[in-house]
């Protein structure tokens, strides 16, 4: 057997109506499609991608994500240009996103560039371009 991708990924924030207004710009702006908008979750698809929040329970309402708990460590949306993720740094920059670097290159793979940053409950997110299919065979 072979997979065909990620079909969708969750994340569980603390404050859904912030981390709603962030992802409610953020996903149509990379492409993805809202295809279910009800209390405590919002879930868009495209790009061979699907990617949803939704609101913690109760008590835990107001927590912060720490990517150095055992878990997820960070997400990473993959970008069809250089351009995209300049402009991509542009938007999150726009909805206050906190920066951990700006467009940069890396050593990941050859012309691996990104945009590092955190949503409104610290969730840390990447958008990056690597030219033709780089370690994606």
């Known amino acids: ?19 709603r207004a962030f992802y409610g710009e953020l996903l149509p702006f990379l492409g993805l499609k809202n295809v279910m908008d009800i209390p405590g979750t919002y879930y868009c698809v495209g790009g061979r991608t699907g990617f949803a929040i939704r609101e913690a329970p109760e008590e835990n309402r107001g927590e912060r994500f720490d990517q150095d708990r055992v878990g997820l460590h960070h997400i990473c949306f993959r970008a069809r240009s250089r351009e995209g993720v300049d402009e991509a740094h542009e938007l999150v920059k726009s909805l206050g996103a906190k920066i951990i670097h700006g467009p940069e290159e890396a050593l990941w793979a050859p012309g691996y560039y990104s945009v590092l940053f955190e949503d409104p409950d610290g969730i840390r997110l990447e958008i990056n371009f690597v030219p033709g299919k780089g370690l994606l065979k």
């Open 1 to 19: 057997m072979e997979i065909n991708g990620i079909a969708h990924t969750f994340v569980t924030v603390g404050d859904f109506d912030r981390a």
